[in-house]
């Protein structure tokens, strides 16, 4: 286990705010611990990030079958944001199917899969088998329960019974 500490301005805090981000995206993230802290000059955020190390190949249980050594991918920068709510939509749904039958989530689909469900607008259990790593048995176990969820349309906040998003 490691600590990084980092200083991020409240007034023009970006080029900060992406060295943190940065840093976040790629490491094994444990705890984040920030504190406001406000001097004469100005406010900054104070933040104390505890991180496991990655040791070569191992895989640090970052989320794949194997230890991948994948760059981590912010699926909501790659998807529109009309896809990226599908996609929080099936995120959803693979935990409640693999906590249901007792399985690590991507035993089920990747992430990497159900953005290709969205992305290529999966719209059927033939196209479902097109994307990579996803056979016969899953789409027979799970391509129903999740072409449902990919077809079932947006509820705005207002049909939902929520407040809209701020």
Sequence with gaps: MQLRFFRVPVVSPEPFAEELNRFLRGHRVLTVQRELVREDA????????????SVGGAGEGTG???GSNKPKVDYKEVLSEAD???????????KEVAEREGLPVYAVFTNEQMAAMVADKVDSL?????????????????????????????VGPDEAGGKPAA
């Design 42 to 53: 100005g406010a900054y955020w104070a933040l104390c990030v505890e991180y496991l190390e």
């Design 64 to 66: 794949g079958a194997g």
């Design 84 to 94: 990226f709510a599908v996609f929080s939509r099936l995120r959803l749904l693979r």
């Design 126 to 154: 033939a196209s479902l088998g097109k994307i990579d790593g996803v056979g016969a048995a899953r789409i027979q176990k799970y391509g129903a329960l999740f072409l449902a969820s990919i077809k079932q349309p947006e």
